[in-house]
């Protein structure tokens, strides 16, 4: 299995885990944890990483 494969295959057994998880939750009188939006250390701006953050690669050019 290529390098390709290999992340499709973690992102979708990452994706049923969730969903088992939410579904166990709900049998068992939980409610499913909500998924924290990921806030830049760099910006403070959420919806990305430092790693990934706009105005880094701005800064750097």
């Known amino acids: 299995m290529d390098l390709d494969g290999k992340i499709a295959r973690v992102k979708d057994l990452i994706d049923k885990r969730e969903q088992l998880d939410a579904e166990l ?31 880094k690669a701005a800064d750097a050019t």
Do not use: Q
Request: glycine content about 10%; proline content about 10%; hydrophobic content about 20%.
């Open 25 to 55: 939750y709900e049998l068992l009188g939980g409610t499913a944890r909500e998924r924290r939006i990921p806030k830049c250390s760099i910006c403070n701006e959420p919806g990305h990483r430092a790693s990934t953050c706009p105005s």
